[in-house]
């Protein structure tokens, strides 16, 4: 099996997130993250004529693609495409009668096709307007967060989305320059950000917009928010023995991430010096592989974004579990 797609984005970690989904035949899955629709290829392919598989995209132009995708995959298993954010699960599966599934991947951020259409304004290597949205039929661009918030806010979104270490620097930059002529096109804005930087940033090997860029479209989507909701919500959605895979590429969403794993494997909230558990928090489940998974070596050198990949999974508890 291969991940290629000719939407022009790689899978990452195709082959290991298949495998940690587990996915039986019969099975129903969700996949959070449609994108090219690499993955989704992979659960379809794998499920039988009684398998169903319910992809999310919040792009429209990532669902028209995949959809096209999907349609040629040899498969029996019935496969839907919802266009909501993954944030909104649990109503839409509700909304299909459906009470749990046996298996939820989360793919996060964008995909490489996203970031290649100048259009969308994702990339700092492309001239486009400063968008940045994935759904571009509501919401906040990224030129009106840097145009309207104070240098307070956009020196924090910096800092916290995007590591960035001349946060505040870049901040006052942009507001004194936003002063003049507000920003409209990434050609721009990616330039004023390379002018405040010290020289000395200007060495390193990444472009010097990157994590500004990426702080900014993680700030415009809600990454983290939505996220947060699929953490609050996923162990209620599956079915006994289901499994949730998420691939994180940034140390806050892993962090989020292992956190939650680790509240759900040991939800015990007793003192360490009491003998017996009296709070009655019981486990959810277990996590498989507990430092999670990154791509090998020939992956991170063939697909750049494979670097920063990490993907865990959980395995909820089976009732027979629960009983010991
Ligand atoms: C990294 S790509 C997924 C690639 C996909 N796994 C594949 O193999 O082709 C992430 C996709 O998820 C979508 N996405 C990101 N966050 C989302 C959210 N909260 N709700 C719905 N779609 C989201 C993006 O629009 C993008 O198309």
Known sequence: ???????RHISVLYNESLEHLAIKPDGLYVDCTLGGGGHSSGILEALGSQGRLIAFDKDADARAAAKQRLNQVQSEAKFDI???DFSD????????????????LADLGVSSWQLDQAERGFSYGQDGPLDMRMDISSGQTAA???????AEQIAWILKTYGEERYARRLAEAIVRRRMDKPFARTGEFAELIRQAMPSKALKEKQHPARRTFQALRIAVNH?????EK??????????EGGRL???TFHSLEDRMVKEAFRRWENPCTCPRSFPVCICGNKPLGKQIDRKGIIADISESESNARARSARLRCFERSRE???QI
């Open 89 to 104: 699960l649990e109503e839409v599966l509700q909304d299909m009668g459906i009470q749990g599934v046996d298996g939820i």
């Open 230 to 239: 699929l953490l609050e919500i996923a162990p209620d959605m599956l079915n």
């Open 144 to 150: 009106d967060i840097v145009n309207t918030e104070s």
């Open 223 to 227: 990454e983290l928010d939505a996220l």
């Open 1 to 7: 099996m291969s991940g290629d797609s000719d939407f």
């Open 320 to 322: 027979e579990e629960l």
């Open 82 to 84: 919802a266009a909501a």
């Open 245 to 247: 895979c998420i691939i």
